[in-house]
């Protein structure tokens, strides 16, 4: 190895250049030689002993440069690694002024953002050791940003002239400071000033202001991300509170759809009666229910009853269908998404365990739940948080429960369709809604109600019924319960004109009410060109249900 000294270059190693003479001095950047300073002359003779001095002074020079810029180099590096995950400049201040006084010495460190063009306002400060003015207007302003940067040797002697707070200087005296130097940038959102503190008379230099302003830099991109951030917070949140008044307003809408007898707790059986009282009993509490009962014998008219008479009244009620999503969509729809958690997702959303915060949330057919989204929801009833899809911030989950399904839920955990877990969450507090022709002393107080609220919607009297015809609804077994009964008393409200119904709406024979059944199928499939999910939740079907009525009554290609 060369020795770390400077010395005459040999003929030898300057003739393959064709020069004649030179020098070489070793820069020293980090403790060992890491280069060398080289000046090669044609001139024979051109360098001698009495040379060398100058040329190590001048190789010197160039190593306190370069050490200088690798100092900064690795400022930069640990600075960045230190802020990466930073989110307010004012949680690591300290340790970024720790790790800056290495290449720039100094007491304290400051940020100030601009307010307006001559005032600026603090933000932060790495220590309490020295006045924390909130805010700084300064004399000039235009000159003071023009410069970008403002450098104090002795704040004693100081004359940037000061508006507010007249007496800054004084102040900086009496805490020890002597020099101040200040880095002025702007962010993406608003300039910013950092400044460096010492207390030691002339502490920088026009030397120091290239690092200041690469610190100052670093900090803007920070205040940047920082704002960015908050700024994207507030999107969302603007966005989940008109989220929240839509959904309350639909909410209160529905609560005005109660006053119709398919949204009323209407019943007078021992069986329905029996139902509201286990309402009423867990109403007060705080349990998770499930309800259980065929397709359309009102489970979620049980779901809103115990909303009502529960302490979370005065929340939302929000119900999701699990049997009419997808399962990519219904986790969405549950438990919302950040925004680019998947293809399409442009902004973050708000799922509906959020939205009935404070509230209740319903899950109809919850055993159309995928086992994946099964144990998701898991963690929402034993943990009381979940996370958005896309996400990793932990939210908390404020609702209570109250799940339906018209399956055996044990007979579906006992084929591994539905997590045993999840199932005894669920079952706490178990209603079971007995079919409607298990009621038939509840089949005239409804179909009244509903002739009531049929008159209301197409504006004229309300239609009567004949005896025959109250025979006729009696004697029927009404597969599809309650929904299936106000199905049949609308189309036959509109055959009858406002008239008592009898013919040819409802007679005796059930074959009269099939015939109805056909027609209001038929009805509902063209006002769906054909569309099979949509036609069955209008009228409150399964899909299978659907199909086999399709078929019986030879309505396969209907479709517009």
């Not at 300290?94 to 600026?120: C, K, N, W, Y």
Request: neutral net charge.
């Amino acid at each position: 190895m060369e020795a770390d000294v400077a010395r005459l270059v040999t003929d030898e190693e300057a003739r393959p250049y064709g020069l004649a003479a030179g020098v070489r001095a070793p820069l020293r950047i980090t403790g060992d030689t890491r280069g060398f300073l080289t000046l090669l002359s044609h001139r024979p003779r051109a360098y001698d002993d009495h040379t060398l001095p100058r040329a190590q002074t001048l190789a010197d020079y160039i190593s306190s440069v370069l050490r200088h810029e690798h100092a900064v180099s690795q400022l930069s590096e640990t600075l960045l690694n230190t802020l990466a995950d930073v989110l307010d400049i004012r949680e690591v201040l300290p340790r970024v002024s720790e790790i800056v006084a290495v290449v720039l010495p100094h007491d304290r460190m400051t940020v100030r953002f601009a307010d307006g063009q001559d005032e600026f306002v603090a933000h932060a400060a790495s220590n309490d050791d020295g006045p924390m003015v909130e805010r700084v207007k300064i004399a000039d302003p235009e000159e003071f940003a023009a410069a970008g940067f403002t450098l104090i040797r002795d704040v004693a002697h100081e004359t940037l002239r000061i508006i507010e707070p007249v007496d800054l200087w004084q102040q900086c005296m009496a805490a020890g400071y002597r020099s101040f130097l200040g880095a002025h940038i702007s962010s993406r959102f608003q300039q910013l000033s950092v400044g460096f503190w010492s207390k030691r008379p002339h502490g920088f230099s026009l030397q120091d202001v290239p690092v200041a302003r690469r610190v100052a830099t670093l900090v803007g991109l920070v205040v940047s991300h920082q704002q960015l951030a908050e700024a994207a917070q507030q999107v969302a949140e603007a966005h989940a509170k008109a989220e929240r008044l839509e959904i309350r307003a639909q909410s209160l809408a529905a609560e005005l759809d109660l006053r119709s007898g398919l949204g009323r707790a209407i019943g007078r059986s021992p069986a329905w009666t029996n139902v509201l009282k286990q309402a009423t009993q867990v109403a007060a509490t705080e349990t998770t229910a499930l309800v259980q009962g065929e397709s359309g014998t009102g489970k979620e008219v049980v779901a809103r009853f115990i909303h009502r008479a529960s302490p979370r009244t005065g929340g939302p009620f929000i119900a999701i269908n699990c049997a009419a999503l997808p399962e990519q969509l219904l986790e969405s729809e549950l438990f919302g998404y950040e925004r680019g958690a998947f293809t399409g997702a442009q902004q973050s959303k708000v799922g509906h365990i959020e939205l009935a915060s404070n509230g209740v949330l319903f899950l109809d057919e919850i055993t159309e739940m995928s086992l994946a989204a099964q144990a998701k929801f898991l963690r929402v009833l034993q943990e009381r948080e979940f996370q958005r899809l896309g996400g990793t911030r932990t939210i908390k989950a404020n609702v209570r429960v109250i799940a339906a399904t018209n399956r055996d839920l044990r007979t579906a955990v006992a084929r591994g369709a539905f997590r045993e877990d999840l199932y005894y969450r669920l079952q706490v507090f178990e209603i079971v809604i007995p079919p409607l022709r298990d009621r038939k002393s509840d089949v005239l107080p409804l179909a009244d109600a509903f002739l009531q609220d049929i008159a209301r919607s197409v504006g004229r009297p309300p239609a009567g019924l004949t005896a025959d015809a109250k025979h006729a609804l009696l004697e029927y077994r009404w597969p599809g319960n309650v929904r299936e009964l106000r199905n049949a008393l609308e189309r036959a409200a509109i055959l009858s004109e406002g008239g008592l119904i009898d013919q040819p709406g409802v007679r005796a024979e059930s074959t009269d009410l099939n015939e109805m059944e056909r027609q209001t199928i038929e009805q509902v499939m063209r006002k769906t060109h054909g569309n099979k999910s949509r036609a069955a939740r209008r009228l409150g079907l399964t899909r299978t249900q659907l199909y086999g009525r399709l078929r019986k009554y030879g309505l396969d290609t209907v479709d517009r």
